[in-house]
Nanobody, 127 residues
């Protein structure tokens, strides 16, 4: 059974930092690109970042470039999202998702390219 479990969310003041983790089980992470998405009530789910299987390809949404860094540790079956200089508009539920691809460098950029999803972790940026 495939499981993706997000952790690391919470309440942080504007300008603060959080590190989200996505722990995978039931699959060989070496074969999966991993994306991070976020969603607020009433809005569509937005992809904020993604990392290829090999780790040498990444994607960041314009709204988070320079503030978020995605990384992966396949030995630990975990992908991280380091979030710095957080803003109130970053408040959302953050989800990780896994998509299997033959190309090690491919970076999927839409939600329908992912096969498995986690349950999400709440990030709230507020003073």
């Amino acid at each position: 059974q495939v499981q993706l479990v997000e952790s690391g969310g919470g309440l942080v003041q504007p300008g603060g930092s959080l590190r989200l983790s996505c722990a995978a089980s039931g699959l060989d992470l070496d074969w999966y690109a991993i994306g991070w998405f976020r969603q607020v009530p009433g809005k569509e789910r937005e992809e904020v970042s993604c990392i290829s299987r090999s780790g040498d390809g990444t994607f960041y949404a314009n709204s988070v470039k320079g503030r978020l860094t995605i990384s992966r540790d396949n030995a630990k079956d975990t992908v991280y999202l380091q979030m710095n200089s957080l803003k109130p508009e970053d408040t959302a539920v953050y989800y990780c998702a896994a998509g299997a691809y033959g190309s090690a460098s491919y970076v999927p950029k839409s939600s329908n390219e992912f096969d498995y999803w986690g349950q999400g972790t709440q990030v709230t940026v507020s003073s």
